[in-house]
Structures are given as C-alpha cells and as structure tokens.
Nanobody, 119 residues
Framework: QVRLVESGGALVQAGGSLLLSCEATGRTFSRNNWGWYRRTPEKEREPVAALSWNDATSISSAVSGRFRVYRDASGATLYLQMNNLLPEDTAIYFC?????????????WGQGTQVTVSS
C-alpha cells in the first residue's frame, strides 16, 4: 500500500523557517511528479510548489523567493524548505505524488501537517 506521510509542521514566529518532509512508503517516486498544497479556511486547496518528473520546479507567486521544493536522490522523500515565514502561510500543508512518469493528475495524497505562523 502506498502512503505519503508529512511531518515537520509546527508553531513558529514570523520570519522563522521550517522544513517539511513528505515520506513515501510502499514505493518511491524518483521519476514522478510531486507537489505541495496547503489548505486554509479561506482556500480549500492552494498549490504551493511542484517538482516534476524531469526535476523542473514551480513555486507559487505567494511563496516565491521564500520556499524551495526538492526530493532526495532515492525518490522516497519530498521536502519543502520554508524561510521567512509569514502569518498568511498558516495552513495545513499536504503533499501529493503521481503514479506514472510524466505530466498528469496526482494519485496519492498525504494527510497533512499543520503550520502555524505567529505575528
């Protein structure tokens, strides 16, 4: 059974940093698309960052210059480095992965990890 498990969420002051991890069990995703999303009461699902099967990255304008997405060499873990956090970054952060190599919708989703940024 394939599972994605996020970790690293915490309460942090504005200006601080966090490293979120998304660990895959049951298989690896070294040549697949991964993504990070976040959910707030105002936005059901907002894309944050994505890492494509060919290692291209995309970052939303809301976090550009502050967040970075990358994976480990084995394709077992996806990371989201978050710097200079703002109160508006407060959300539940989810990771997702696609089963097949190449573009397309995500097949697997994690349960999320809470990030709270205090002002």
């Amino acid at each position: 059974q394939v599972r994605l498990v996020e970790s690293g969420g915490a309460l942090v002051q504005a200006g601080g940093s966090l490293l979120l991890s998304c660990e895959a069990t049951g298989r690896t995703f070294s040549r697949n698309n991964w993504g990070w999303y976040r959910r707030t009461p105002e936005k059901e699902r907002e894309p944050v960052a994505a890492l494509s099967w060919n290692d291209a990255t995309s970052i939303s304008s809301a976090v550009s210059g502050r967040f970075r997405v990358y994976r480990d060499a084995s394709g077992a873990t996806l990371y989201l480095q978050m710097n200079n956090l703002l109160p508006e970054d407060t959300a539940i952060y989810f990771c997702a992965a696609r089963d097949q190599t190449g573009p397309g919708p995500y097949d697997y989703w994690g349960q999320g990890t809470q990030v709270t940024v205090s002002s």
